[in-house]
């Protein structure tokens, strides 16, 4: 059973530092895509950032530059580091993994940004 699990959301104010982590189980995650995906109050999600099976790695535009994302092969493990939070970070961010055709997904783990 494959199982994606996020922890390190919280609180932090505005300027503020802080790291997702994805702990997957029943799934290896250095030969797939990885992504965060994040879902603000009141709006549909959206992807954040994508780190592909080769390492390449994509970002929305209202995170570039701030946000990092990457993957630890020996750990099974995702990262979002998010550096220079603004309130509008606030959201419930998710971890997804796509595997041979199946999507899979996190509960999520929520952020909040104080101003």
């Known amino acids: 059973q494959v199982q994606l699990v996020e922890s390190g959301g919280g609180v932090v104010q505005a300027g503020g530092s802080l790291r997702l982590s994805c702990d997957g189980s029943g799934i290896i995650f250095s030969g797939n895509a990885e992504a965060w995906h994040r879902q603000p109050p009141g709006k549909q999600r959206e992807l954040v950032a994508a780190i592909l099976s080769g390492g390449v790695t994509n970002y929305a535009n209202s995170v570039k530059g701030r946000f990092t994302i990457s993957r630890d092969n020996a750990k099974n493990t995702v990262y979002l580091q998010m550096n220079s939070l603004k309130p509008e970070d606030t959201a419930v961010y998710y971890c997804?993994?796509?595997?041979?055709?199946?999507?899979?997904w996190g509960k999520g783990t929520l952020v909040t940004v104080s101003s």
């Open positions: 997804h993994s796509f595997s041979r055709g199946i999507n899979y």
